[in-house]
């Protein structure tokens, strides 16, 4: 039963009938009820050979699927022999892989993000951030690796794309059928669905617990739309970031601290927790009181323990990104942690701003995570380095480029982003056992032997499937929209299969420049209307329904499309999602990016046309930055030539032109007798060699073991020993050190007279310094000398740093000196900067604590 409904006088009442397949073909529906199908390609091609009408109807859901099999046809396919030793087959590769012994040597990590793109028919994403989280859960499935994931379950999910006749976008909201998804309810020992509370404003809200079976592992998700809530607060779990602010803000709380009740309710007790975005931030808030309720913890002690196995991944490269909240709204929802973590309301609300005492700065939740996690990581390289200054502002005393923000360049699964024909391919030429050694180079490399008339032989079967596939789009949107026949006709009649293929697909965000290439049209025509070299470029993607310039842009380029001249060389496609993907980064020749520098966090739609020997035409941000290989694709420089975003719009837009018409057109179609052009083919082997091996889902794994998860647990581990006696010692320690900071006396410093003579290159820097430390020892205290060389009034670049030695020490009286010969003549700034010490810090940004001498 679920939920009552009153019509007039009726009452009525829902009930599920339970669709039931006959025994011979019960598999169908063990394998339909766990997403590992999603990226066996010889799974999906079994339920495809159902009825694959029916099939792309549902879009791509087999449980959709079965649950419509008719008698007649159910009855047809157990007759079917090849049909039944192929499932047979699929079933015992199925229940091989779920038998295999889970990892042993990790920690136990739960992992925590708002969206996850795990297959389009489960609606729980919008974007990259979400599919990036699908393929990480998809990774762990195939280690076995013991983490749990934790989200919300969305009635209605991201909008639905469509397009009007004047190009505006459309949000059109389709409920879920949840029976039609592979959830199960999670329950308790005593049988019951597992419901969780969280305290909103006053109002306690439930929420019911699903699991949903991602091969090998777990995806939990919460969802409030039950009877024993408010119709108010059933709506929390509707929309992926729908509704007001306040509502952003519930379904976070929900996020953090449901989530992590959920855990405890089925009895699970992760070593550490991963935070993919800000949105779970009010995890920490929530694991505080735990530690402080049930260990009888103080909030310091709690704060070390909370912090040293929590981890931070950031995806946003602009302040203006990260979620805010306003002191007034979270006084109604958060009011009640200061009671259970005994701090003053100013206090918690600190542990969100930059600086406490700015009463009017919005609580950042990125600013809560960052507080509340030892470790905190970009998602590229370059943005590390952007997050480092972006989060500087939390620690004003150190260079941005001390800041202890690392990074983990993002990647994709490999089995559910390669085409099967690649994927049959790289097994016949690279061994069968390749996909266990997917981040090994020496693998890839043997592409670089394999026939040019192979590799083009598979590229334009994957051109075609795609080409063919938006004639059949695109009759059927135009139509829909009451397009004049002759129009679609003229559209669909001018895609031509040899043409060379440019594809952009991605969320629709002013700084990705969707419109750059129409900079200037007179010029875009001329490339795209030469007969001798067809050439077409592909669009699809989604605005935010909150963004109108990326609605506006959607317009732009639609109206593009509709002029006779770009008909059927420049398209749009409507309602962009994972299947589509799919067809267009296999399909066209080459990716095309370009987003204002350095605003791309990472991309991965680039790295899925990588897998697919589609070269990248890309702006050096983002991935591209690491990928780019020349010979391997194409790149716009990494940084701006102007500072007047106008004429490096202008400067980019004729960039691309040039490498369009000089390089890459010219390239691709330098062909043989037979078709073939050997520098293409070439491009094409060095993408897959050089770059592929890099951008594969087991090496972003991998990268999080080394660089965070194994340090978070052996420090997590190192603390909680004899009931969190280091945990608690340190913050002792933290408070003493707090307490005496300020009162630290400078008794002498002596250092080179830069002020009256210069130093010459090759003498020593000599200086001492001399303190009063009060009730703290030398071993408390660092001083070391930092170097600096201006760049401008704001900004200064770290040249070095050099940590100055005890020298001496008596009563409460330290000396500390250094001497050491600078390496490179120069202009410099200097200073003597003082830190704690403690063998159990981290790093510097743990305890921040700066004077300046």
């Given at each position: ?5 009153t019509?007039?006088?009726?009452k ?5 009938i ?8 019960e598999?169908l529906?063990?394998l339909a009820?766990?997403l590992?199908?999603?990226?066996d390609h ?9 009825d ?10 087999p449980?959709?699927?079965l ?6 046809k ?16 699929v079933?015992?590769r ?19 993000c708002?969206?996850?793109?795990l297959?389009q ?14 393929d ?27 397009i009007s ?7 059109n909201y ?20 597992i419901?969780i ?5 006053g109002?306690?809200v439930?929420?019911?617990v ?7 592992m ?10 024993d ?11 992926l970031?729908?509704g ?6 519930r379904?976070e709380?929900?996020l ?8 405890k ?10 935070l993919?975005?800000g949105?779970?931030?009010?995890l920490?808030?929530?694991r505080l009181?735990?530690f402080m309720?049930?260990?009888?913890m ?6 070390e323990?909370v912090r ?7 995806h946003?490269p602009?302040?203006?990104g990260?979620d805010t ?8 929802y958060?009011?009640?942690?200061t009671?259970?973590?005994d ?8 542990l969100?701003r930059s600086?406490a005492?700015?009463t009017?700065?919005?609580?950042n ?5 960052i507080?509340?996690?030892q470790?905190v990581?970009?998602?590229s390289?370059l ?25 983990v360049t993002?990647?994709v699964h ?23 050694h997917?981040t090994?180079?020496k693998y890839?490399s ?13 590229r ?11 004639r059949?789009?695109?009759?059927d949107?135009l ?20 043409a060379l293929?440019?594809?952009?697909a ?5 700084y ?8 200037n049209e007179?010029?875009?025509s001329e490339?795209?209307?030469?007969s001798?070299r067809?050439?077409?470029f592909?669009?699809a993607g989604?605005?935010h ?11 732009l ?16 496609l409507?309602?962009y999602s ?5 067809l267009?980064?296999?399909?066209v020749d080459?990716?095309?990016?370009n987003p ?13 046309a ?5 070269m990248?035409?890309?702006?050096l941000?983002g ?12 790149a ?14 202008e400067?980019?837009?004729?960039t ?13 179609f330098a062909?043989?007798?037979?078709g073939?052009?050997?520098?293409w083919v070439?491009h ?12 594969v ?30 945990a ?7 408070i003493?050190?707090?307490k005496?900071?300020?009162?630290i006396e400078?008794?002498d410093?002596?250092a ?6 210069s130093?010459p290159?090759g ?5 001492s ?11 408390d ?9 201006r760049k401008?009034?704001?900004?200064l670049e ?6 100055m030695q ?7 009286e330290?000396t500390?000196?250094c001497?050491?010969?600078?390496v490179?003549?120069g ?5 003597f ?11 510097r940004?743990d305890?921040?604590?700066?004077r300046?001498?």
């Amino acid at each position: 039963m679920v939920g009552s409904l009153t019509q007039k006088s009726a009452k009525l009442k829902r009930i599920f009938i339970e669709p039931k397949l006959p025994t011979s073909l019960e598999p169908l529906g063990e394998l339909a009820q766990n997403l590992w199908w999603s990226w066996d390609h010889e799974a999906i091609e079994l339920f495809n050979s159902i009825d694959a009408q029916e099939f792309e109807a549902h879009y791509h859901n087999p449980v959709a699927l079965l649950d419509g099999l008719s008698t007649e046809k159910a009855q047809a396919l157990i007759a079917d022999s090849a049909f039944i030793s192929k499932m047979k087959r699929v079933y015992d590769r199925f229940r091989q892989y779920m038998a295999a012994a889970p990892a042993t040597k990790h920690p136990h990590i739960a992992y925590f993000c708002m969206e996850y793109g795990l297959h389009q028919s489960v609606r729980l994403y919008s974007g990259g951030l979400g599919v990036l989280a699908g393929d990480y859960l998809k990774e762990i499935s195939d280690r076995n690796a013991p983490i749990v994931a934790v989200g919300l379950l969305y009635r209605y999910g991201y909008f639905q794309q469509g397009i009007s006749m004047s190009g505006e976008q459309i949000h059109n909201y389709d409920p879920a059928k949840f029976t039609q998804l592979p959830l199960i309810p999670v329950r308790d020992a005593r049988g019951e669905w597992i419901k969780i509370h969280v305290n909103l404003s006053g109002r306690t809200v439930w929420a019911k617990v699903w699991e949903l079976s991602v091969g090998r592992m777990s995806l939990y998700l919460l969802d409030t739309d039950i009877d024993d809530n408010t119709w108010d607060d059933r709506v929390i779990t509707h929309q992926l970031y729908g509704g007001n602010n306040e509502n952003r803000l519930r379904q976070e709380l929900l996020l953090g601290v449901g989530g992590l009740r959920a855990l405890k309710a089925m009895n699970m007790e992760p070593d550490l927790f991963h935070l993919n975005e800000g949105h779970a931030a009010f995890l920490g808030l929530e694991r505080l009181r735990n530690f402080m309720k049930e260990q009888g913890m103080s909030y310091e002690e709690a704060l070390e323990v909370v912090r040293a196995s929590q981890l931070f991944t950031t995806h946003t490269p602009v302040p203006a990104g990260h979620d805010t909240f306003s002191e007034d709204l979270l006084k109604d929802y958060l009011f009640e942690y200061t009671y259970a973590l005994d701090i003053a309301w100013s206090e918690l609300m600190a542990l969100g701003r930059s600086n406490a005492e700015n009463t009017q700065e919005l609580f950042n939740v990125s600013h809560l995570a960052i507080r509340t996690s030892q470790e905190v990581n970009g998602v590229s390289r370059l943005h590390g380095d952007v997050s480092r200054r972006m989060f500087s502002e939390l620690t004003p005393d150190y260079h941005h480029t001390e800041n202890h923000v690392g990074y983990v360049t993002n990647s994709v699964h490999f089995p559910t982003w390669v085409a099967r024909e690649w994927l049959d391919y790289y097994n016949q030429k690279f061994g069968k056992d390749f996909v266990d050694h997917q981040t090994d180079r020496k693998y890839w490399s043997k592409i670089q032997k394999a026939p040019a008339a192979e590799i083009m032989s598979i590229r334009r079967l994957l051109k075609k499937r795609l080409l063919d596939w938006v004639r059949k789009s695109l009759t059927d949107d135009l139509m829909r929209r009451g397009e004049n026949p002759r129009v679609t006709f003229e559209v669909v009649n001018a895609i031509k299969d040899d043409a060379l293929v440019f594809g952009f697909a991605r969320r629709f965000a002013t700084y990705k420049r969707a419109t750059l290439l129409f900079s200037n049209e007179k010029r875009l025509s001329e490339i795209v209307n030469n007969s001798d070299r067809p050439v077409i470029f592909l669009f699809a993607g989604k605005a935010h329904p909150a963004d109108k310039g990326g609605q506006e842009y959607i317009r732009l380029i639609y109206n593009v499309t509709k002029n006779p001249e770009f008909r059927g060389k420049v398209i749009f496609l409507e309602n962009y999602s994972m299947e589509m993907a799919k067809l267009l980064t296999s399909g066209v020749d080459v990716w095309l990016n370009n987003p204002t520098r350095p605003k791309e966090a990472s991309g991965t739609s680039g790295m899925k046309a990588v897998m697919n020997g589609v070269m990248n035409f890309s702006v050096l941000d983002g991935w591209w930055c690491e990928g780019y290989k020349p010979g391997a694709g194409w790149a716009l420089p990494e940084h701006d030539t102007y500072s007047d975003a106008t004429l490096q719009n202008e400067l980019d837009a004729e960039t691309i032109y040039n490498i369009l018409e000089n390089d890459i057109i010219p390239t691709y179609f330098a062909q043989d007798a037979n078709g073939i052009s050997e520098s293409w083919v070439q491009h094409i082997k060095n993408t897959i060699a050089d770059i592929a091996p890099d951008f594969v889902m087991g090496r972003m794994l991998d990268d999080y073991y080394e660089r965070f998860y194994n340090k978070l647990w052996e420090r997590s581990q190192k603390l909680k020993k004899n009931h969190h006696q280091q945990a608690k010692e340190l913050s002792a320690w933290k408070i003493r050190v707090e307490k005496a900071w300020k009162a630290i006396e400078l008794l002498d410093l002596q250092a080179p007279d830069t002020f009256n003579r210069s130093l010459p290159l090759g003498e020593p820097f000599d200086a001492s310094v001399t303190l009063r430390l009060q009730d703290l020892s030398p071993e408390d205290v660092g001083i070391e000398v930092v170097f600096y060389r201006r760049k401008s009034e704001e900004e200064l670049e770290l040249i070095s740093t050099q940590e100055m030695q005890v020298a001496g020490s008596e009563g409460a009286e330290a000396t500390y000196r250094c001497k050491f010969n600078p390496v490179a003549a120069g202009v410099f700034e200097y200073g003597f900067r003082m830190f704690p010490k403690h063998p159990l810090l981290p790093h510097r940004q743990d305890f921040s604590l700066v004077r300046w001498l």
